[in-house]
């Protein structure tokens, strides 16, 4: 191991920054940010004073999510002190987030520049098309997401969604760990008690469906002693488990449920309607059974402990129906 002797002066043109050497979780583990320009010469600190350092110049071979990256040539990564040195602008541009030097402030903004507004983490499921589901390049989208999105504009708030299981997301909400629910989620009495509901921006309902060759199930009575498919955690798991000798199978996300359903795993899946109807669209042969039932609304749970952003959230829900906002969202969603 070759070991060099590095002057370096500080001009700000350059971003180093500290990261552990497990640099596929660089994020969680940064440590320290040296601003910097690479050069030999010497460091120059605020005091005024002069050091020399030894730092090791090492092959380092960079892995994010199993993808080996390259440094530039002229911006190495070296280590001092049993610390390693990274770019922070390799790191950062990397796992795609923007890097920003702001000079006049001595400031490095890693992401987006802050927006001044306040900002919530919205937990969602994105399991649930259309409400909200990734697309094929990837994006999360859906109508709660656009309706969310135009929300916040209109309440001056900054959003940062998180995905995670539907079983995960009450809990979620109610230990603080997110600062709203926005996921198709319905308005029951039992979720009521645990936290606050806005005012309602969808109405909707339970349906069953059944494949195309079943002509037995067309109620809900009808699935007595049947298997039933549900997703976790929902109204539509309660209600299947009301019903006599029924076998409730409880499964991670509506496709599973619905692919369950086309391969005969369960013989009838109870969901909410314009999920049923959505998956149908796409093209699985399916047919729903009878008329909707448990007719409910739908809308957007914040913590009981956080009054001030449900109203926030209730007012900018009430600005996108009075200016029409919420109707050009709903009809991009729900053509039909």
Same mark, same amino acid.
């Given at each position: 191991?070759?070991?060099?002797?590095?002057?370096?002066?500080?001009?700000?043109?350059?971003?180093?920054?500290?990261?552990?050497?497990?640099?596929?979780?660089?994020?969680?583990?940064?440590?320290?940010?040296?601003?910097?320009?690479?050069?030999?010469?010497?460091?120059?600190?605020?005091?005024?004073?002069?050091?020399?350092?030894?730092?090791?110049?090492?092959?380092?071979?960079?892995?994010?999510?199993?993808?080996?990256?390259?440094?530039?040539?002229?911006?190495?990564?070296?280590?001092?002190?049993?610390?390693?040195?990274?770019?922070?602008?390799?790191?950062?541009?990397?796992?795609?987030?923007?890097?920003?030097?702001?000079?006049?402030?001595? *400031? +490095?903004?890693?992401?987006?520049?802050? !927006?001044?507004?306040?900002?919530?983490?919205?937990?969602? =499921? #994105?399991?649930?098309?259309?409400?909200?589901?990734?697309?094929?390049?990837?994006?999360?989208?859906g109508f709660d997401l656009d309706m969310m999105a135009a929300i916040a504009e209109a309440a001056d708030l900054e959003v940062d969604f998180r995905d995670m299981p539907f079983d995960q997301l009450i809990s979620a909400l109610r230990s603080e760990q997110i600062d709203a629910v926005v996921s198709a989620l319905s308005i029951i009495e039992a979720r009521k008690a645990v936290m606050d509901f806005t005012d309602p921006y969808f109405h909707s309902g339970l349906i069953i469906a059944v494949r195309p060759d079943n002509s037995s199930i067309n109620s809900l009575q009808d699935l007595k002693?049947? *298997? +039933?498919?549900?997703?976790?955690?929902? !109204?539509?798991?309660?209600?299947?488990?009301?019903?006599? =000798? #029924?076998?409730?199978?409880?499964?991670?996300?509506?496709?599973?449920?619905?692919?369950?359903?086309?391969?005969?795993?369960?013989?009838?899946?109870?969901?909410?309607?314009?999920?049923?109807?959505?998956?149908?669209?796409?093209?699985?042969?399916?047919?729903?059974?009878?008329?909707?039932?448990?007719?409910?609304?739908?809308?957007?749970?914040?913590?009981?402990?956080?009054?001030?952003?449900?109203?926030?959230?209730?007012?900018?829900?009430?600005?996108?129906?009075?200016?029409?906002?919420?109707?050009?969202?709903?009809?991009?969603?729900?053509?039909?």
């Open positions: 191991m070759e070991v060099y002797i590095l002057v370096i002066k500080i001009q700000c043109r350059m971003l180093i920054l500290e990261v552990s050497r497990l640099i596929k979780k660089v994020f969680p583990l940064l440590l320290g940010v040296l601003i910097g320009a690479l050069v030999f010469g010497t460091i120059g600190f605020a005091s005024g004073s002069q050091r020399q350092i030894t730092v090791d110049f090492l092959p380092l071979k960079f892995f994010f999510n199993g993808v080996e990256k390259h440094l530039e040539q002229d911006q190495p990564a070296f280590v001092y002190n049993d610390v390693t040195y990274v770019p922070v602008r390799f790191v950062a541009e990397t796992l795609g987030r923007p890097v920003e030097w702001d000079g006049d402030n001595l *400031s +490095i903004f890693i992401g987006e520049k802050s !927006s001044g507004k306040q900002k919530i983490i919205v937990g969602s =499921d #994105a399991t649930y098309p259309p409400f909200e589901y990734q697309d094929e390049a990837g994006r999360y989208v002693g049947k *298997s +039933i498919g549900v997703l976790s955690v929902t !109204s539509a798991e309660e209600h299947a488990k009301k019903v006599p =000798d #029924a076998k409730v199978k409880s499964f991670g996300s509506w496709e599973q449920a619905f692919l369950g359903l086309e391969e005969g795993t369960v013989e009838a899946v109870i969901s909410d309607y314009p999920v049923a109807a959505n998956f149908i669209k796409q093209g699985y042969d399916l047919r729903l059974a009878g008329e909707k039932f448990a007719v409910a609304d739908y809308g957007i749970a914040v913590s009981k402990n956080n009054p001030e952003l449900l109203q926030k959230l209730n007012s900018g829900l009430q600005t996108i129906k009075a200016n029409g906002q919420y109707d050009i969202i709903y009809k991009k969603w729900f053509k039909d």
